[in-house]
């Protein structure tokens, strides 16, 4: 990272008492910003800006926003901007995630915003899970409910878990979301009937509902010339977010033993040749899910059914998405051996906005209603953040999905997202977790044993964390 950079990010640590990019964090949550943050949140004002700056890293809400809410007139040919029926524009900035380039930019915007000009002003800006905290608990994000005025009646039937996630230090809830993201486990149809003699997903579940039972299978499937997974990342996801407490306490590193279990299996797989060594978002990864892979199942939330697993299913990604093109319609899923979710995409206020009303409205009507809600997924097969609207969807005996055979999934996302639990949940996830990962993938590899890669963990993670003092293992 170039030194402006690296100054940058000590600034923002400064000014937010939260974690930097360049690997500078604060032992302790910090309070005290929010009110500095809802003096500056545009309360002050009545008189709604011009322009609507929204900052994300890709267009998947710029989609959503131009389709489902209501204010929309115009969408510019390029989509740069989107005219509101009030006159008000909409000027999108999308940074893409790699490398942290998204939040690189977002952090030094978000240090000019005070002496930005009005209409330069952030006023929307989305974030991840494995960061959320990091936004959450600064001055930069404003409650939305006491400075936005959304009001907890209007988040009645969003899932808890989806509020929780961006809840300050001081309880206030400082973003909201269109989407929940829990996960189940996608599985070969035609794999799963050579292995089990079915493709039920009852029965199937039934087969794979521990870890024990998991693995058996995995020796099943290897008998039969299959692999259980394609790679040393595709269940880390279950067992990370199944751990007792978050990753810090305190200045102590602590790694979870769920993770540990992670590392045992992994490397087990691995060495029975139960997987293809792939890591996720890899070419090998992405054609192991396609016609010709010849792996029994992945682990994925709700966005990675319909978006990445349906194109990865695909002989021709350009031809129409039925049965026939591909494996399309060999898929189904089921709970798995554990809940979890993964990833999804919050809403936040930036402190400085001056179209408090517009936001509002947005959020109001892109999160909160619980009609545009279900004509989302109705759409596009996404699960949405109302549970009256996925209940409705769930309990619809004519609802199916063609991918999935005709499967309802949406009823097994229902039940699944009532079981997620953001209690150990830290701001430390995103470099904990992927440093680990990291460390690992040598082990699992052959070409470090396991205290090198626990070794290389620690020295990863103190240079990234510099208040931190030590790892414990368990």
Not at 114 to 142: G, N
Request: aromatic content about 12%; overall charge negative.
């Amino acid at each position: 990272m170039k030194k402006r950079m690296k100054k940058i990010a000590s600034l923002f640590l400064a000014a937010t008492m939260v974690l930097s990019l360049a690997a500078c964090g604060s032992s302790e949550k910090e309070s005290g910003g929010d009110e500095s943050a809802q003096e500056e949140s545009g309360s002050e004002s009545t008189e709604e800006g011009k322009v609507l700056n929204i900052w994300c890293w890709n267009d998947e809400f710029q989609s959503r926003f131009n389709d489902y809410y209501p204010e929309v007139k115009e969408i510019a040919d390029d989509k740069s901007t989107t005219t509101l029926n009030d006159g008000t524009v909409v000027k999108w900035t999308i940074n893409p995630n790699e490398n942290n380039n998204y939040q690189n930019k977002l952090d030094e915007a978000l240090l000019n915003q005070e002496s930005a000009d009005a209409d330069d002003k952030i006023d929307i800006f989305l974030i991840e899970a494995d960061y959320a905290l990091k936004y959450v608990d600064s001055e930069y994000t404003v409650d939305v409910v006491n400075d936005i005025g959304l009001t907890e009646d209007d988040m009645a039937d969003q899932y808890q878990y989806t509020k929780d996630i961006v809840t300050d230090s001081n309880g206030a809830i400082k973003g909201t979301t269109w989407q929940a993201t829990p996960g189940l486990f996608a599985y070969r149809r035609s794999i799963a009937k050579d292995v089990l003699g079915t493709d039920d997903p009852d029965e199937v579940q039934a087969a794979l509902s521990d870890w024990d039972k998991f693995n058996a299978v995995a020796e099943q499937a290897s008998a039969k010339g299959y692999k259980m997974l394609s790679g040393y990342d595709d269940s880390y996801r279950t067992f990370s977010n199944n751990v007792s407490a978050p990753w810090v306490d305190g200045t102590k590193v602590v790694v979870d033993a769920n993770l540990m279990n992670w590392v045992d299996q992994t490397k087990e797989f691995t060495d029975k040749g139960y997987n293809n060594k792939t890591s996720l978002w890899d070419d090998g990864w992405a054609a192991d899910q396609g016609p010709d892979g010849d792996v029994f199942g992945f682990f994925y939330s709700t966005w990675g059914i319909n978006f990445t697993l349906l194109g990865n299913s695909l002989a021709d990604p350009d031809g129409e998405q039925a049965v026939g093109n591909g494996i399309y319609g060999d898929y189904a899923v089921c709970e798995g051996p554990e809940p979890y979710y993964w990833g999804g995409t919050w809403i936040c206020a930036a402190a400085g906005t001056d179209n408090t009303a517009t936001v509002k409205d947005v959020m109001e009507k892109l999160t909160c209603d619980s009609d545009i809600m279900k004509q989302i997924t109705l759409d596009t097969q996404d699960y949405t953040n109302n549970k009256t609207a996925m209940n409705a969807i769930a309990e619809d005996p004519e609802f199916g999905s063609d991918f999935l055979g005709g499967q309802n999934h949406i009823a097994l996302f229902a039940e699944a997202a009532e079981k997620i639990d953001m209690s150990n949940a830290g701001k430390y996830d995103q470099g904990c977790n992927e440093k680990f990962q990291a460390a690992f993938k040598d082990y699992f590899d052959g070409s470090v044993d396991i205290d090198t890669a626990k070794a290389n963990f620690e020295t990863a993670i103190m240079e990234l964390y510099p208040n931190l003092t030590e790892v414990v293992w368990p």
